[in-house]
């Protein structure tokens, strides 16, 4: 039962909601809209009722009984994910996240709701330094963020035993492609189909933000996943990929470790 609705008078239920209100604001600014106890977070949120409007789409596609499913959500800032799995009953759930602010959104917002989530400060180029493997990965909202965004996935995939949910904007064409095994050396003009799996680059900044690097167009994104060794199962919506790693290993040795040491 929810904090709220303990309350035995009106009186005493306006002024609980006026101090959750605050706490609230004290952590702001907030990128995930939470709904807690039923005070928004981010009402007024440029994308909308974000991310929940994106979890709809993606929701219709898990099971609805976790029960038991550890999951790794992966730059999880104000733990959205991460809280709609656990209220999907999944067992142990791990988010992580450098940002020291969306950490305390996270754990606030979890302990508001009464969850018992783990929120760690952790590096995701490190994830794989994690001892144990996951049944869900969420890599939402991440890969455009990244300067080295191959790597960061590589290293998602060998987390992953079950499904990886991967999610990242998009530009260029929303097409899919299927690619030759091979090109010339003296064809380019492939290079100028715009469905060919391609990630724009921003040298400086993109909407406001100097941290997104890599944009993939569709094909490109799903291109880069099945390079991990990921199989798309599923797709949510024209952004969001439900995948299983079938080939994410060549003679029982990832192919992150294969291309360190050269092997691959």
């Not at 060998?158 to 260029?172: A, D, E, N, P, V």
């Not at 097409?175 to 091979?182: R, S, T, V």
């Amino acid at each position: 039962m929810s904090t709220l609705s303990n309350a035995t008078s009106p009186t005493r239920n306006r002024d609980h909601s006026t101090t959750l209100s605050e706490r609230i604001a004290a952590l702001k600014p907030w990128f995930h809209n939470l709904d807690l106890n039923g005070v928004r977070t981010a009402p007024d949120h440029s994308l909308g009722d974000f991310p929940n409007f994106k979890w709809q789409k993606l929701a219709a596609y898990l099971p609805a009984d976790l029960r038991g499913a550890s999951v790794l959500d992966i730059g999880c800032n104000a733990g959205f994910y991460s809280i709609a799995m656990k209220q999907r009953n999944a067992g142990r759930v791990l988010g992580i996240d450098l940002e020291d602010r969306c950490l305390d959104q996270a754990r606030f917002a979890s302990e508001t709701l009464g969850l018992d989530i783990e929120f760690r400060k952790m590096c995701l180029y490190d994830v794989d330094q994690l001892p144990f493997r996951f049944d869900y990965v969420l890599f939402m909202g991440v890969f455009y963020h990244l300067r080295y965004p191959l790597l960061a996935l590589d290293k998602a995939v060998k987390k992953t035993r079950g499904h990886l949910i991967f999610q990242s904007m998009l530009r260029g064409s929303r097409n899919d492609f299927i690619a030759e095994a091979d090109y010339g050396f003296h064809n380019e003009t492939i290079f100028h189909n715009s469905h060919f799996p391609a990630a724009y680059f921003i040298e400086n900044s993109y909407s406001g933000d100097y941290t997104n690097w890599f944009i993939p167009n569709r094909s490109g994104a799903m291109a880069m996943l099945r390079s991990a060794g990921l199989k798309i199962s599923e797709t949510a919506d024209p952004e969001t990929f439900i995948c299983q790693p079938v080939n994410a290993t060549r003679d029982g040795r990832f192919i992150l470790d294969m291309e360190l040491d050269g092997t691959i």
